[in-house]
Nanobody, 121 residues
Framework: QVQVVESGGGLVQAGGSLRLSCAAS????????MAWYRQAPGKRRELVAH???????NYVDSVKGRFTISGDNALNTVYLQMNSLKPEDTDVYYC???????????????WGKGTLVTVSS
């Protein structure tokens, strides 16, 4: 069984910073990549940032230069450092882990339950 747990959300004023954390644990053979998504009520879930096991990262245009995704070598824990936050960053942020539970497992996506980030103007 695999667990993906986010933490670090909260209320912050515009221009402030928050750091989200995501930890994957359980029956994990290898983590291929981790990502942060966000979703507002009634809207599609949006990819915010992505990091591969090799360290490659990519970001949605709206957060480039403000958010940074990082993680340990095995990606068991990843972080999303969010600076210069704007009210439009207010969303529930979800952690996604693409991982293998065994040698023969090609990989599947696992999701956390989300953490709320609220940016006040």
């Amino acid at each position: 069984q695999v667990q993906v747990v986010e933490s670090g959300g909260g209320l912050v004023q515009a221009g402030g910073s928050l750091r989200l954390s995501c930890a994957a644990s359980g029956s994990i053979f290898r983590i291929n990549a981790m990502a942060w998504y966000r979703q507002a009520p009634g809207k599609r879930r949006e990819l915010v940032a992505h990091i591969t096991r090799g360290g490659s990262t990519n970001y949605v245009d709206s957060v480039k230069g403000r958010f940074t995704i990082s993680g340990d070598n095995a990606l068991n824990t990843v972080y999303l450092q969010m600076n210069s936050l704007k009210p439009e960053d207010t969303d529930v942020y979800y952690c996604n882990a693409n991982l293998r539970t065994g040698v023969l497992d090609p990989g599947s996506d696992y999701w956390g339950k989300g953490t709320l980030v609220t940016v006040s103007s």
